[in-house]
């Protein structure tokens, strides 16, 4: 999954949809429509405007949209990717090594 240019979390495809671990990817799922989504139903969508990719935010790309934002630190460092289970990498700073 990347975002803003930056793989933020990267697995197998079943682990990706089943169990998502970075905040971006958990919003883009929920925006998914399932078979039980009413005709002309709105979908949820993520907060906030995409950054332009030459004026990119400080610290963690995704940190102005989303809801687990830590100020002081997701503002102010970029989180590496980290394991986060088996085959499974997430760049956010909610999991340890990043």
Do not use: W
């Amino acid at each position: 999954v990347m975002y803003l240019g930056r793989i933020v979390e990267k697995a197998p495809v079943k682990e990706l949809f089943n169990n998502p671990k970075h905040p971006y990817t958990k919003a883009l799922l929920t925006s998914i429509p399932s078979i039980d989504t009413a005709p002309r139903e709105r979908l949820p969508s993520i907060s906030g405007s995409i950054p332009h990719p030459q004026n990119r935010p400080s610290g963690c790309p995704f940190h102005p949209r989303c809801p687990a934002f830590m100020p002081g630190v997701c503002d102010q460092k970029e989180p590496q990717l980290a394991d986060v289970g088996a085959n499974h990498t997430a760049s956010c700073f909610l999991y340890p090594g990043c």
